[in-house]
Nanobody, 117 residues
Framework: QVQPAESGGGVVQAGDSLTLSCSVS?????????VAWYRQAPGKEREVIGT????????HYADSKRGRFTIYRNYHENRAWLHMNGLKPNDAAVYYC?????????WGQGTQVTVSS
């Protein structure tokens, strides 16, 4: 069982930056893992932000998220990160990290981001 664990959410002001972290609870990332970040705002559908392979660090972003969102990973810290710039009130959502391993996608519990205007 792979259990993603997100952290770093909180309340920020519009225009601020925030970095969320994703780790593997009780474990580690492995070479073929695919990390993805999603978000879901109240009353809205869940949407993908982007993905990154763990080993090669090949990243892809949803068109609407390109530019303000950056996914990266750190081998030494064994973490994947989602960095967000220029946060807006409509960025407020629960942000989820997923890890795809051996064709199975594992979801974290999510971390809440609130953006005040």
């Amino acid at each position: 069982q792979v259990q993603p664990a997100e952290s770093g959410g909180g309340v920020v002001q519009a225009g601020d930056s925030l970095t969320l972290s994703c780790s593997v609870s009780g474990g580690t990332f492995v070479g073929d893992d695919m990390v993805a970040w999603y978000r879901q705002a109240p009353g809205k559908e869940r949407e993908v932000i982007g993905t990154s392979t763990w080993d090669a660090g090949s990243r892809h972003y949803a068109d609407s998220k390109r530019g303000r969102f950056t996914i990266y990973r750190n081998y030494h810290e064994n973490r994947a990160w989602l960095h967000m710039n220029g946060l807006k009130p409509n960025d407020a959502a629960v942000y989820y990290c997923t890890i795809q391993r051996a064709s199975v996608v594992y979801w974290g519990q999510g971390t809440q981001v609130t953006v005040s205007s």
